[in-house]
């Protein structure tokens, strides 16, 4: 079972599991109180009802009393108002208890044994009473007959007021418990929510992080050996195996890379000692530290091992910086010739304090008989006079970005170096703290992305101008991040040589 499907089950279980109970127990829950609520709703006025009827009755019975013995006519409102309240509250409590087949059955015998009074005691007393108090009437309001019949009203009464109770305080006793019950279920829930979170947990733990912590170390094993050697195997769920057996495999790829690299390396120094001391010296830039400059070039070739693009950077005399960024024509060993023979002219010229255009009009001699041309930059960076001095013979505009990310071109003041000569012109510009001069080849912005659009020195100033300004005063920094995004984009980054140098003056 893959992983995404091992924690889609657990996750959807735990949720059916949870939604499942939750739904049905806030039903039974809500069901239950509201019932028992509405219940205890009708049965309280119901009991009250049947209190005050209990109370009406004894009233109309001390009422027949007094007016046995007393016979007067306030005796005899009394008894006939007593008795009209009993009648008004068992009509009361009638449709209260409609409802409830037990508590209706008991009413019923309340009406029937009050009926029942007011024929045996209430109507024979009021008879007897046309005649007169005597001995007669308190006869008949004391008889047996008339005193079963009011304790049979009382009683069936009293039962009715009980039922009623009971049953209100069997319903607010069902909704305690149900409330309780649901507390139960609730906590039961939470254990349960709480054991599923540590399973997944635990889960998560065996399929996806101890694989991800074997692999990592797989990969370390894999990557710092001196052998590269180490095998990185397929464990764990699906997915972590299958990215682990894409590692093997580019292991095994590097692997082949670093051996043909080896070899041809070995190759190269055991038949072509020299070509390799040539190269050494080409790409080996001389280490300058300047106070107040920050300065970092580097060179790719797109062809074996020799390269037409090439920098130098040299102290001159004045203790001024100088700089060359050059390109010949055309890719391998040939260009690479040439470049070794004018580097070290240049170097020279730069070392002996030569101005940017003397410095070209000299390397342009070499190239009289050649069949290559070739594009230079030679800048002069006077730190203490904060400015540039250049001379383009035809090459890429260096880029000049100044402290508030405006930017200009080192635009080209002559011809390229060919065997037709030329003149060139030296120019001078403002270059102030916190600015970067960059200068490249055209292998940085020829290169092209998969719509055939080219990096140009626009997207190039884009990019740079839009890094904050710790960045641009580093040079290593701001050009490997060029070079970064212009490899990025690229779909033919090998197509040709790519040179980069940045120069910038710290804030």
């Not at 009361?92 to 009406?111: G, H, N, R, S, T």
């Not at 940085?444 to 626009?458: D, M, P, W, Y």
Request: hydrophobic share 45%; net charge negative; aromatic share 6%.
């Amino acid at each position: 079972m893959t992983l995404r499907r091992r924690m889609l089950f657990v996750a959807f279980l735990a949720f059916g599991v949870m939604a499942t109970s939750a739904v049905f127990l806030m039903q039974e829950y809500f069901g239950t109180v509201t019932a028992q609520n509405e219940l205890r709703e009708t049965l309280d006025p119901a009991a009250k009802s049947a209190r005050s009827l209990v109370l009406a009755q004894a009233n109309a019975s001390r009422a027949l009393t007094d007016y046995g013995l007393l016979g007067t006519p306030p005796s005899l409102t009394r008894l006939n108002d007593a008795i009209a309240r009993a009648d008004a509250l068992a009509q009361q409590v009638a449709p209260q208890i409609a409802d409830i087949p037990e508590i209706k059955q008991l009413f019923a015998a309340v009406v029937t044994s009050q009926a029942n009074w007011v024929t045996k005691g209430v109507g024979p007393v009021t008879s007897a009473m046309e005649s007169g108090p005597g001995k007669r009437v308190r006869a008949i309001t004391l008889a047996p007959e008339t005193r079963q019949a009011y304790d049979k009203m009382t009683q069936d009464s009293q039962h009715l007021i009980s039922a009623i109770e009971n049953q209100r305080d069997d319903a607010a006793e069902l909704a305690q418990g149900f409330t309780w019950l649901l507390g139960v279920v609730l906590l039961i829930a939470g254990i349960s929510a709480t054991v599923l979170l540590i399973g997944f947990f635990l889960a998560l733990r065996r399929w996806v992080l101890l694989p991800l912590a074997r692999l990592q170390e797989d990969l370390k094993r894999a990557t710092t050996g001196p052998t590269h050697e180490h095998v990185i195997p397929g464990i764990g769920p699906p997915e972590i195996a299958m990215v682990a057996l894409d590692a093997e495999s580019m292991r095994r790829n590097l692997v082949q890379e670093i051996d043909s690299a080896r070899a041809a390396r070995q190759g190269l120094h055991q038949e072509a000692p020299v070509v390799a001391a040539l190269t050494f010296a080409h790409t080996q830039a001389e280490v300058i530290k300047i106070p107040g400059l920050n300065i970092f070039g580097t060179s790719k070739s797109a062809e074996g091992v020799m390269s037409g693009d090439w920098w130098d950077a040299a102290v001159r005399p004045d203790g001024t910086l100088g700089l060359v960024v050059a390109d010949v024509s055309g890719h391998g060993a040939a260009p690479g010739v040439t470049a070794v023979q004018l580097r070290p002219l240049m170097h020279a010229g730069l070392r002996a304090g030569s101005s940017p255009d003397q410095i070209l009009k000299v390397a342009a001699t070499i190239l009289f008989d050649s069949a290559f041309f070739v594009t230079a930059l030679v800048v002069v960076v006077d730190q203490h006079a904060g400015t540039v001095s250049w001379a383009n013979a035809g090459h890429e505009p260096a880029l000049l970005v100044k402290a508030d990310k405006t930017a200009s071109f080192c635009e080209p003041t002559g011809p390229l170096l060919s065997s037709l000569g030329g003149q060139w012109e030296t120019l001078t510009t403002d270059f102030q703290p916190g600015a970067l001069f960059m200068a490249f080849t055209d292998g940085l912005v020829e290169s092209r992305n998969e719509a055939g659009a080219t990096f140009t020195t626009h997207d190039l100033s884009s990019f740079v101008r839009g890094c904050d300004a710790p960045v641009r005063i580093n040079a290593e920094e701001i050009c490997q991040r060029v070079l970064a995004r212009a490899r990025e984009r690229s779909v033919d980054w090998h197509r040709d040589d790519v040179t980069l140098l940045a120069v910038s003056r710290p804030l």
